[in-house]
């Protein structure tokens, strides 16, 4: 579609950010975090805009602020097509539940999901694409990434710590906390880190200690990374739920991350630098080609 004619819809963060530097046209909506009081400013907000662009087609994963501008822009008239996310693997995201039932079109991306959403397509995952490049030469020391969630992660800042005082991680540390307090002299520690930073410290490092984020997870693996893996979960208050914990299952069962529980050894290290396996070639289309399908049904592939 020509830059001219689309326009990112997104909530702050990194990514917006990063659109908006490459020359997309980008709209911030407010912050909606599940709180009443957000609600009302995210549903006005959205009406704005909806007002003002009257959208013909709206392409989403649904998320937080998105799954309200896709109502609004649903009941204007726009049509719709929900691709759920990739970190979905046995059970619909909350906003899911809500905008693949207006969706004209719904996209998954895990065999699971096709019994979740039965109208949807199921397609190879984004994630998988492009897994197997070798690891970089010059690859060295360590990353841990927590990634942009609100919520602190101090139980694996709390694991990546302790594992480096024990000599267990390679030197150079570098890490992203958060907004985790726990202390962890051993690294060079960030809060955050934009996203040219985190591409370029992904790609030098020798392991990397992640999150169960799909978009980290995704990243590491197009670098030929296993990474070290502890899922966010709901019971230790880390995420709304234990989305993640499925994703690095889902992964562990392929090979294609090292799954922790409560500690990091030297025997993960030692899985994390072996090769990454090449996943099985799969009959499911693209993403990519999926949602050119679904628009040309909706007779929107010429827009």
């Avoid at 004619?5 to 912050?31: K, M, N, S, W, Y």
């Avoid at 970190?87 to 699971?112: D, F, I, K, M, Y």
């Avoid at 069962?253 to 050894?265: I, M, N, P």
Wanted: hydrophobic share 45%.
């Amino acid at each position: 579609m020509p830059r001219e004619l689309r326009r990112f819809v997104t909530a702050p963060g990194p990514r917006g950010e990063q659109l908006a530097r490459d020359g997309e046209d980008v709209t911030i909506l407010p912050q909606y975090e599940r709180h009443p009081r957000e609600l009302g400013a995210s549903i006005a907000a959205a009406v704005r805009l909806v007002r003002r662009d009257r959208p013909q087609i709206v392409v989403s994963t649904g998320a937080g602020s998105a799954a309200l501008y896709c109502a609004v822009a649903r009941a204007a008239g726009a049509k719709l097509v929900f691709g759920e996310t990739m970190a979905r693997v046995t059970g619909p995201s909350a906003s899911g539940r809500v905008t693949a039932r207006l969706a004209h079109a719904n996209l998954v991306q895990w065999p699971e999901m096709g019994s979740v959403y039965p109208r949807a397509r199921v397609c190879r995952p984004l994630l998988l694409e492009d897994v197997g490049a070798p690891l970089a030469g010059d690859a060295a020391g360590t990353l841990v990434v927590v990634g942009t969630h609100t919520a602190p992660f101090d139980r694996l800042v709390s694991i990546a710590a302790a594992a480096a005082r024990a000599g267990v991680l390679p030197a150079p540390i570098v890490a992203q906390v958060g907004p985790s307090r726990v202390p962890f002299p051993e690294a060079e520690t960030h809060e955050f880190l934009a996203p040219e930073a985190m591409a370029a410290a992904i790609a030098r490092s020798q392991v990397i200690v992640s999150h169960g984020g799909a978009g980290s997870l995704s990243a590491a693996l197009r670098t030929g990374h296993r990474p070290i893996v502890l899922g966010r979960t709901r019971r230790h208050g880390e995420h709304f739920d234990d989305h993640q914990e499925q994703l690095m299952g889902k992964l562990a069962e392929s090979g294609l991350v090292v799954a922790l529980d409560d500690r990091l050894g030297p025997e993960h290290v030692e899985a994390a630098l072996a090769p990454l396996p090449r996943p099985e070639a799969s009959p499911l289309p693209s993403m990519h080609d999926a949602l050119a399908s679904a628009l040309d049904e909706l007779g929107l592939a010429r827009l």
